[in-house]
């Protein structure tokens, strides 16, 4: 009902109305039965305007720490993304990426989308990064299409660290869904799921016309913030995409 209710009446209207977001591809997302919706991730406002433009309700995978933050902020934040349906997901220790895949296995059972960001965090510098393998291994375990998004101007309207986000029209664009099926059953395959990931992040990467950079965002954050560096190379510079593209 909650959900709803932010959709439909109080959130969703105004999120269209400040930011006017086009809308490219959305016949992509089928209309029933699971499915996964991957896209790359650069805003917190990317958790809001999403939802907002599409028909049908969709599951994200949040981090604990939206469910865990101190002060009446806190306590806001946790209620709204509990009542939004968002399930939070613990990113530490070694369980956290199989938890993470139960609970999106959950959701697709139930035959509802999953939201999911393959980056695994927000792009710090709007650059998109090296995705990880939950993705692939939800998809082909569950045998659902996955639905490649890209987030366009979203790190401009909210960049890390920017509360209020500005007020500029934005584009969310759809790709078609993508099927896995011939590689039904693989998904204990490290080289399989690698390859399917990457496929899902150059579709991502084509949509939203970001640079990419060939490592993991998470591991690029901690590097520049213990020595200061630019970027997720020695140099600063985005690597390849695997295959050759840039």
């Known amino acids: 009902m909650f ?3 932010m959709k439909y009446v109080l959130l969703g209207p105004l999120l269209k109305l400040l930011f006017r ?3 490219e591809g959305l016949e992509h997302v089928p209309a029933e039965g699971a499915a996964i919706v991957a896209g790359n991730h650069l805003s917190f406002s990317d958790h809001f305007l999403m939802p907002a433009v599409l028909e049908r309700r969709i599951t994200f995978l949040a ?15 946790a209620a709204f993304f509990r009542a ?25 059972d139930r035959g509802e989308l999953l939201g999911i960001y393959p980056e695994g965090t927000r792009s710090h510098d709007g650059r998109l990064y090296k995705g990880k ?15 490649p998004c890209a987030m366009v101007g979203t790190f401009e309207i909210q960049p890390p660290g920017r509360v209020v986000p500005r007020i ?12 896995f099926s011939r590689f039904a059953g693989q998904e204990g395959e490290r080289a399989v799921v690698r390859a ?10 084509r949509l ?5 950079v060939d490592e993991y965002a998470a591991v690029v954050k901690a590097a520049e913030a213990g020595d200061g560096k630019p970027g997720g190379t020695p140099d600063g510079e985005a690597r390849k995409f695997p295959g050759g593209e840039s």
Not at 133 to 147: F, H, I, N, Q
Not at 196 to 205: A, H, Q, R, W
Request: charged share 25%; glycine share 12%.
């Open 3 to 5: 959900y709803q209710l």
């Open 84 to 108: 939004a349906g968002q399930i939070p997901v613990d990113r530490s220790g070694k369980e956290a990426g199989q938890a993470a895949i139960r609970e999106g296995l959950c959701v697709l």
């Open 196 to 205: 399917v990931t990457d496929e899902i992040m150059y579709e991502i990467l």
């Open 168 to 179: 500029r029209r934005v584009t969310i664009r759809f790709g078609e869904p993508m099927d």
């Open 133 to 147: 393998v939950g993705v692939a291994v939800m998809a082909l375990r569950a045998g659902v299409p996955v639905v």
């Open 63 to 77: 981090k604990q720490e939206y469910f865990t933050g101190p002060g009446l902020k806190g306590r806001l934040t």
């Open 208 to 212: 939203s016309g970001q640079e990419y």
């Open 21 to 23: 977001p086009r809308i």
